[in-house]
């Protein structure tokens, strides 16, 4: 059948310390199979973003709060 593709806004998720951030990315993802593909600019985009993210640095929004019981 062959890998056919087409570009999507997708979330990349990371947890630190408690938070969890979401990063909104446009990547190719198969039209088959929904597999994701991340080249080596958005490879490097996500590491740049986990490492700001890490230090306390980065421009951040809330967008909603998540609580838990007990």
């Known amino acids: 059948m ?3 593709s087409c570009l999507k806004r997708s979330r990349r998720q990371f947890l630190s310390a408690r938070i969890l951030f979401y990063v909104s990315i446009e990547i190719p993802v198969c039209q088959t199979c929904g597999e994701r593909y991340y080249d080596r600019t ?22 909603g709060k998540l609580l838990a019981y007990g």
């Open 42 to 63: 958005t490879m490097w985009y996500l590491e740049q973003v986990e490492e700001e993210l890490r230090a306390g640095h980065g421009e951040l929004r809330q967008v």
């Open 2 to 4: 062959g890998w056919r």
